[in-house]
């Protein structure tokens, strides 16, 4: 089953919304929380869930919408938490990180 927005599948609602109608703007209405991304993040939000969603509609399961909904989602929290008040500084270089 797929995350509920206002009564309506999220991936049938951004599916049914096609790709080229579907911008940040009207996904921010659909989901508040995109307010916290930065305006250039908000745009990428808009595309990855609006691919994913049409992608999940044509395999007929929702996992990978909920998932990439999920991750902004997660994102946008953390941003809004402003991570303790510390600025962000994001790497340049990727590191390796030993399993726990």
């Known amino acids: 089953m797929g995350l509920s927005l206002h009564g309506t599948s999220f991936t ?3 599916a049914e919304n096609r790709i080229g ?6 996904m921010s209405e659909a989901l ?3 307010l916290e991304l930065p305006a250039t993040d ?3 939000c808009t595309r ?6 049409v ?3 044509a395999h007929g399961g929702p996992r990978l919408a909920n998932a990439e909904l999920i991750s902004w989602r997660e994102t946008a929290a953390t941003l809004a938490d ?3 008040g510390s ?8 590191a390796p990180v030993e399993r726990p």
Request: zero cysteines.
């Open 12 to 14: 049938r609602r951004v």
């Open 21 to 26: 109608t579907m911008d940040a703007e009207k």
């Open 32 to 34: 508040p929380w995109m």
């Open 42 to 44: 908000r745009e990428t």
């Open 48 to 53: 990855e869930l609006t691919d994913a969603a």
């Open 55 to 57: 992608a999940a509609s």
């Open 82 to 84: 402003r991570l303790g």
């Open 87 to 94: 600025p962000v500084e994001w790497l340049d270089e990727t």
